[in-house]
C-alpha cells in the first residue's frame, strides 16, 4: 500500500523534540500565547527570511487577517485552480473573490490574464504559490495593487534566493498537517518585513487587544496555540531537510515519467519545494482506478476551478472563461510523495503508471 501522503516518519524522526516541549508545556499550563509560540515566530521568520512572523489559527486566517489589515472590501483577484481556502479567506475578510487564469505549462497564475482581468475597483491581489512552486510574483507585484501572497504549500520557497516578503508585505502560511511544515492540527502564520504590521497583525488575531482586555481595532480570534507550536518547534529544523527529499523524488518522477504517453509532466524551477507532485493524465480516472486497485493513492488538487464553485458565484464567471484552469482540472492528479518516503516505493508508482499507458495491464 502506497499511501499519497504519510506523516508518520516525519513526526517519528522529530519525536524527541515534541516530546520534550510538550512536557514543558504541561508544566507550564500557558496554553495562550506563550513561549512556544513566540519561540516558533522568531525561527520561522528566520527560515523563511522574514524579519516578523505572526503566529495564527490557520492558512485562511492569515490570508483573512493580512486582507483586514488592509482593510479591502472590494473585488479581490486570485487564481482559479487552488484550494477553497483561497478564496474563502477572502470573504471571510468582506471582499468578493474573483479569478484568473493559470498559465498551462506551471499550473501558476497567469500575470498577464490577472493583468487584464484588474478593473478599477479591484481592491487586492492573492496570488497563489501553487504546489510549492513560487508563481511570478515580481509581475504580480507590478500590476499596481496591494498583494497578499498564498505561500499555504510554499513553506522554505524562495525566489532566485529572495524572501517572499520582498515582493509584498504580506506572505501568508498554513500549518495543515501535510503541508511541507504542518502541525498536528491547524495552524498557521504570516510573514511580514514592517515591524508595525506585525504589530498590527497580532492585535488583529487577538481580537484587537493588546495584551489586555481592551480592544482597540476590529479584530478576530485566529491565534495559533501553544501546543501546535510545541509540534511546530519541532519539526521546523527538518524543514530543508524534508523540502530537499521531496525535491529528489520529485526529480526521480519527472526522469521516470518523462517520456510516458499520456502524462504530460507540469514545468518546474528549481524555485520550488514541491509540496505536490503534480501530472496531467490522459484517461484519469482510469489510471486513479487502476492505481487504486494496486495498493497506490493517488488525489486531485483541485476537480474544480474556483470560480465554477457555487460559493464563488459572485465573480460571475461561466463555464468556458477560464479556459487553461477548466481543462487542467479535468487532467491534473497528484501522485504519492511525503518526507521519508523511499526512492523504491516512487520507483513502484512510476512503473505502474508507465503499465497503464502502455496497454499491457
Ligand atoms: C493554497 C492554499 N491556500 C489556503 C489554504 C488554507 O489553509 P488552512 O487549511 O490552514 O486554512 C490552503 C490549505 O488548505 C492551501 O493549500
Same mark, same amino acid.
Given at each position: 500500500m502506497i499511501p499519497v501522503a504519510n506523516l508518520r516518519p516525519a513526526i517519528l524522526q522529530a519525536e524527541t523534540g515534541w516530546r520534550n516541549r510538550l512536557d514543558a508545556l504541561?508544566?507550564?499550563?500557558?496554553?495562550? %500565547?506563550?513561549?512556544?509560540?513566540?519561540?516558533?515566530?522568531?525561527?520561522?521568520?528566520?527560515?523563511?527570511?522574514?524579519?516578523?512572523?505572526?503566529?495564527?489559527?490557520?492558512?485562511?486566517?492569515?490570508?483573512?487577517?493580512?486582507?483586514?489589515?488592509?482593510?479591502?472590501?472590494?473585488?479581490?483577484?486570485?487564481?482559479?485552480?487552488?484550494?477553497?481556502?483561497?478564496?474563502?479567506?477572502?470573504?471571510?475578510?468582506?471582499?468578493?473573490?474573483?479569478?484568473? #487564469?493559470?498559465?498551462?505549462?506551471?499550473?501558476?497564475i497567469d500575470p498577464d490574464d490577472a493583468g487584464n482581468r484588474i478593473t478599477r475597483r479591484t481592491a487586492a491581489i492573492v496570488p497563489v504559490h501553487l504546489y510549492g512552486q513560487p508563481c511570478q510574483i515580481a509581475r504580480i507585484a507590478a500590476l499596481g495593487r496591494p498583494v497578499v501572497q498564498d505561500a499555504c504549500q510554499a513553506h522554505g520557497a524562495r525566489v532566485a534566493g529572495r524572501a517572499l516578503t520582498r515582493f509584498s508585505p504580506y506572505a501568508a502560511y498554513s500549518f495543515y498537517p501535510t503541508k511541507n511544515l504542518g502541525a498536528l492540527g491547524d495552524g498557521g502564520a504570516i510573514c511580514a518585513d514592517n515591524a508595525?504590521?506585525?504589530?498590527?497583525?497580532?492585535?488583529?488575531? #487577538?481580537?484587537?487587544?493588546?495584551?489586555?482586555?481592551?480592544?482597540?481595532?476590529?479584530?478576530?480570534?485566529?491565534?495559533?496555540?501553544? %501546543?501546535?507550536?510545541?509540534?511546530?518547534?519541532?519539526?521546523?529544523?527538518?524543514?530543508?531537510?524534508?523540502?530537499?527529499?521531496?525535491?529528489?523524488?520529485?526529480?526521480?518522477? #519527472?526522469?521516470?515519467?518523462? #517520456?510516458?504517453?499520456?502524462?504530460?509532466?507540469?514545468?518546474?524551477?528549481?524555485?520550488?519545494?514541491?509540496h505536490l507532485y503534480v501530472i496531467r493524465a490522459r484517461r484519469r480516472a482510469a489510471l486513479r482506478r487502476y492505481l487504486a486497485e494496486r495498493?497506490?493513492?493517488?488525489?486531485?488538487?483541485?476537480?474544480?476551478?474556483?470560480?465554477?464553485?457555487?460559493a464563488f458565484a459572485d465573480a460571475g464567471l461561466k463555464r468556458g472563461s477560464l479556459p487553461h484552469a477548466e481543462r487542467a482540472c479535468r487532467e491534473i492528479l497528484t501522485l504519492p510523495l511525503w518526507p521519508g518516503m523511499a526512492v523504491s516505493q516512487a520507483s513502484q508508482v512510476a512503473d505502474r503508471v508507465r503499465t497503464f499507458y502502455s496497454g499491457t495491464q
Amino acid at each position: 500500500m502506497i499511501p499519497v501522503a504519510n506523516l508518520r516518519p516525519a513526526i517519528l524522526q522529530a519525536e524527541t523534540g515534541w516530546r520534550n516541549r510538550l512536557d514543558a508545556l504541561l508544566d507550564r499550563c500557558q496554553f495562550i %500565547l506563550g513561549q512556544d509560540v513566540r519561540e516558533f515566530e522568531s525561527a520561522f521568520a528566520a527560515a523563511t527570511g522574514a524579519r516578523h512572523a505572526v503566529g495564527v489559527a490557520s492558512g485562511a486566517a492569515a490570508i483573512e487577517i493580512s486582507l483586514r489589515h488592509l482593510g479591502i472590501t472590494g473585488p479581490v483577484l486570485t487564481s482559479a485552480l487552488t484550494a477553497p481556502f483561497s478564496a474563502v479567506a477572502i470573504q471571510a475578510a468582506g471582499a468578493t473573490p474573483h479569478f484568473a #487564469d493559470i498559465l498551462p505549462d506551471t499550473l501558476q497564475i497567469d500575470p498577464d490574464d490577472a493583468g487584464n482581468r484588474i478593473t478599477r475597483r479591484t481592491a487586492a491581489i492573492v496570488p497563489v504559490h501553487l504546489y510549492g512552486q513560487p508563481c511570478q510574483i515580481a509581475r504580480i507585484a507590478a500590476l499596481g495593487r496591494p498583494v497578499v501572497q498564498d505561500a499555504c504549500q510554499a513553506h522554505g520557497a524562495r525566489v532566485a534566493g529572495r524572501a517572499l516578503t520582498r515582493f509584498s508585505p504580506y506572505a501568508a502560511y498554513s500549518f495543515y498537517p501535510t503541508k511541507n511544515l504542518g502541525a498536528l492540527g491547524d495552524g498557521g502564520a504570516i510573514c511580514a518585513d514592517n515591524a508595525a504590521t506585525a504589530r498590527r497583525l497580532r492585535e488583529i488575531r #487577538d481580537g484587537g487587544r493588546r495584551g489586555g482586555q481592551v480592544s482597540y481595532v476590529r479584530g478576530v480570534n485566529a491565534r495559533l496555540d501553544e %501546543l501546535q507550536a510545541c509540534f511546530l518547534n519541532a519539526f521546523l529544523p527538518h524543514l530543508e531537510e524534508w523540502n530537499q527529499e521531496r525535491r529528489g523524488l520529485a526529480a526521480f518522477y #519527472d526522469a521516470a515519467l518523462r #517520456d510516458c504517453p499520456g502524462v504530460r509532466l507540469v514545468e518546474r524551477t528549481s524555485d520550488s519545494v514541491c509540496h505536490l507532485y503534480v501530472i496531467r493524465a490522459r484517461r484519469r480516472a482510469a489510471l486513479r482506478r487502476y492505481l487504486a486497485e494496486r495498493g497506490i493513492g493517488s488525489a486531485i488538487h483541485y476537480p474544480v476551478p474556483l470560480h465554477l464553485h457555487p460559493a464563488f458565484a459572485d465573480a460571475g464567471l461561466k463555464r468556458g472563461s477560464l479556459p487553461h484552469a477548466e481543462r487542467a482540472c479535468r487532467e491534473i492528479l497528484t501522485l504519492p510523495l511525503w518526507p521519508g518516503m523511499a526512492v523504491s516505493q516512487a520507483s513502484q508508482v512510476a512503473d505502474r503508471v508507465r503499465t497503464f499507458y502502455s496497454g499491457t495491464q
